[in-house]
Structures are given as C-alpha cells and as structure tokens.
C-alpha cells in the first residue's frame, strides 16, 4: 500500500468515526498535514522511543503502558505511511521488528522542537523532565535551541535522547500537581 492509499483510508475512517480524530481536512497547512500525521495520541512517543532503541512491540507497550490494540493501530499507520519499516526477525514464530525509515529519521527534528519547547515552557524547574537530549561530543544539553548549551554547536547525528545519569526526572502528572495544573 502506498503512502497516497493510506491517507484515503485515513480519510475515510475519520469519517467513519465523527468526532473520534480532528478534521482538517480543510486546513492548507504543511503544520496541520503533519500534525494530522503524528498527532494522534501516542505516535511521536512511540516514534521517541525508537530513537531510544526500542524495536519490538513489547518493548514500547512496557515502557508506554499504551493499550496494545492502539499501540499496534499506530505501528501499523507508521509503516503504512512510511516512517517505519517491519522487518522479520523471527519466522516461527511470525515476529516483526520495526525501524525508523529515512522520512521516520527525519523526525528528530520536529522531535527537538518540541523539547525545545517542553524544557522552556514546560518543564522549568529543578526537576526537570527525565530524558535530556544531551550533546554526545561534550555531554552538555540542548535546551531552547537545537544548539548545545555547553559548547554552542547546533544539533547533529551526535546528539542522542538519553535518561538523566542521577535517575531523576518528574512525570507528567507529578509536575503538573506540583504547578497546580489541572488536568481534566
Ligand atoms: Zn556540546
């Protein structure tokens, strides 16, 4: 199936389930056409993770907890629009693996902008969240820019996502006590 295949089913399921996914397809906005792409619940996470290492399914549905008819929904989107590939690893029994293509590479990207913007606006204190994207040359952080804060050199393929050193990192729903946002 093609990529141009797969958005018409994307197309029609939306309009099979009304109100379950946003509409737009009346936005003329590369934003919006990605956002259609990687916005649905869970995709750029799983997408994350494979820049962590992660291959399997079991792999992402332990490190998620994501329902694991939904986790196997996003991967089978992510191959059919070409961002990952299934490769073979086991033949009996059938098990597939899944990487990131080239287009699914180029995320990283759209994955440092939003980062960027997590740990600037976000994720502001002490705290701070539990994966840093760290600079592998000189270790420092990026932060607001995909430039390195230590060493001022702009983000490359030597910039990796890894966990804090001291284990530390505050979740999502710990933060959001602590600024006293609600989360309904
Ligand atoms: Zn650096």
């Not at 141009?4 to 590369?30: F, L």
Request: hydrophobic content about 40%.
């Amino acid at each position: 199936m093609g990529c141009g295949d797969a958005m018409a089913g994307i197309a029609q399921k939306k309009r099979r389930i009304m109100g379950r996914s946003a509409d737009y397809s009346g936005e003329r906005c590369a934003i919006a056409a990605a956002i259609d792409i990687v916005g649905e619940p869970w995709t750029l996470l799983i997408v994350r993770n494979a820049f962590l290492g992660h291959s399997r399914f079991e792999q992402w549905q332990k490190s998620l907890g994501v329902a694991r008819n939904v986790l196997a929904a996003r991967l089978k989107r992510l191959v059919a629009l070409g961002l990952m590939q299934a490769v073979v690893y086991s033949e009996r029994p059938l098990r597939h693996e899944y990487v990131l293509t080239e287009k699914g590479r180029s995320l990283k990207g759209v994955l440092v902008a939003l980062y960027g913007w997590g740990r600037q606006h976000v994720y502001d204190d002490n705290d701070g969240p539990f994966f840093e994207l760290v600079h592998d040359d000189c270790k420092g952080i990026f932060i607001t820019q995909p430039k390195c804060e230590a060493c001022g050199e702009m983000i490359d393929e030597h910039s990796v996502l890894k966990a804090r050193e001291d284990g530390r990192g505050m979740t999502l729903s710990e933060l959001y006590v602590r600024k006293g946002i609600g989360v309904d």
